[in-house]
Every structure is written in structure tokens, then in C-alpha cells.
């Protein structure tokens, strides 16, 4: 969806703000999106980076140690390593240059060497790939990271909308991957343990049915801010997140969407 091009800032700092909760260190300091653009964090103000390899118009990922140095970046097809070079076996991945949210990344709980790539393939207008994963360890490639395992795919597109996001457990350890289905109302999320990733999704039906797959999902704290394109903008609250049982309800507002965006003094 290229014509949304004055969005591309906002849904940049939306996978930034996912990262931010999502780790309780620093592992959001960087960010990489738009044309060759860069955020860094670390000094407490936002400064511009223009070290970037990533030219794309729609979703990306950035990672960072938990000291806050770089690691790698996506948009969804490629991964740069932390020295701006393709990662070795890092080009080819399902996601999309038009995916609105092509990916995330979610280092594997209880080990420091793991990280999972989760893209999402252009679902709109003739995407066929859905929700895959990758894997990719970073002390390959002589510090620079290797991709060790490629698409593998754990939702169709026959079933997929353009957002993805992740989110903490409970427990404080493991990990929630979370989507959203297409032509229903199902969030479809994901647990990621240190034993991997179970591919049996917990499915929980709320809200709107989602007929158009151009949308956002974001989250803040124990709710989440999701559009569905030329939808109202959607608020769900949630009394326990995404574990066996889950109580939502949700609350809209405005006549129309296609992206959104959160902040905290």
C-alpha cells in the first residue's frame, strides 16, 4: 500500500514502541526504517542514524544487546547485520516491502545466543506466504549472526491480516507472538518458551471481523491499540493477556484507520 508513504514514520516508531515493552533493557535503543533512516536511543534523546542499509516503505525490526548495541535489522525479506552488511543466509525471507508490520523479532527466552525472526508476507494483493519464522544465532558469522533456519511457515495466508506484534508473558520469562485472522474476528497468539515456539496458537475472538488486511496491531501494557483499514481504531482491554483464559472487551473510536501510535510521560 505505497500511496500511505506519510505513515511510514509512525508505523516506524510503533515497532520501536513494541520493542520498548516487550524488553525491560535496551534492547530497543536502535531503530532502522524508511529510506536509509535511523533512531538511536542511548543518550536518552533521540538522535538520527544515517548508517542505515534498509530502504523500504512499510514494516520493519531493529534489535539490540541488552546493553543497547546494535545486532541486526529487518524488513521482512532481508536482515542487516550490525555492521550494515546482508547476514549471512539473511536475504529471501517471507515477509514483504508492502507488508504494513513485515516482521518482529523475539529473542529466544533463557538464551543469549537465539533470536526469532517473524515475518509477515504482503497478504493485501497477491501475498503468498502468511506468518513464518527464521532463526537466527548470533555469535555465527564471526559475531555477525547467521540465519541457521528459514520460512517456516505457522500461519497460511488464506488466514492472515498485514500486523504482528509480541508481548511478554505472565511468567516474566516466555513470550507472546500475536496476529491477527482474516474474514473473523481471532487473535492468533503464539507462546515461545525456551523450548521453542508452540505452533498451536491460543485463539481468542473478539472485536471487529477484519474483511480488510491492511492493519496495525500494538501494544501498550495489558491493552492493545489495533486498526482495521477504513475501520474505526480499536482499543482492547484485556483482564489477562492471552493466557488459557482471557476476557476482552473493546472500545472504538473515530469513522476510519490505517495506522496508530502511543506515548507515556
Known amino acids: 500500500m505505497k500511496r500511505f508513504r506519510h505513515q511510514l514514520l509512525l508505523l516506524a516508531f510503533v515497532l520501536v514502541g513494541n520493542e ?12 532502522y526504517f524508511g529510506n536509509y533512516a535511523g533512531v538511536s536511543f542511548a543518550s536518552g534523546e533521540p538522535v538520527a542514524l544515517l548508517d542505515g542499509a534498509l530502504n523500504t516503505s512499510e514494516g520493519v525490526a531493529t534489535i539490540s544487546n541488552s546493553s543497547g548495541l546494535l545486532l541486526f535489522y529487518i524488513d521482512g525479506q532481508t536482515i542487516w547485520n550490525r555492521n550494515h552488511q546482508i547476514m549471512s543466509n539473511g ?31 504482503q497478504v493485501a494483493t497477491g501475498g503468498i506466504h502468511g506468518v513464518s519464522y527464521s532463526i537466527v544465532d548470533k555469535n555465527l558469522g564471526g559475531g555477525l549472526g547467521a540465519v ?30 500475536i496476529t491477527h485472522g482474516w474474514n473473523n474476528n481471532q487473535f492468533l497468539a503464539f507462546l515461545v518458551t525456551n523450548s521453542g515456539i508452540n505452533t498451536t496458537p491460543i485463539i481468542s475472538n473478539t472485536g471487529q471481523i477484519h474483511l480488510m488486511r491492511v492493519c496495525l496491531l500494538t501494544q501498550i501494557v495489558n491493552n492493545f491499540l489495533i486498526t ?38
Open 20 to 31: 520498548n515493552i516487550l524488553f525491560a533493557q535496551l534492547e530497543a535503543n536502535n531503530g
Open 91 to 121: 536475504t529471501g525471507l517471507w515477509g514483504h516491502s508492502s507488508s504494513t508490520q513485515s516482521g518482529v523479532v523475539v529473542k529466544k527466552p533463557g538464551n543469549n545466543t537465539l533470536y526469532y525472526v517473524f515475518t509477515m508476507d
Open 148 to 177: 541457521t533456519i528459514k520460512n517456516i511457515e505457522i500461519v497460511s495466508n488464506s488466514n492472515c491480516t498485514e500486523k504482528i506484534t509480541a508481548v511478554k508473558h505472565a511468567n516474566g520469562m516466555d513470550i507472546w507472538v
Open 228 to 265: 482495521n483499514y477504513l475501520k474505526p481504531l480499536l482499543v482492547l482491554f484485556f483482564i489477562q493477556i492471552f493466557s488459557y483464559k482471557s476476557y476482552p472487551s473493546y472500545t472504538a473510536f473515530g469513522e476510519a484507520s490505517f495506522s496508530c501510535e502511543f506515548g507515556s510521560a
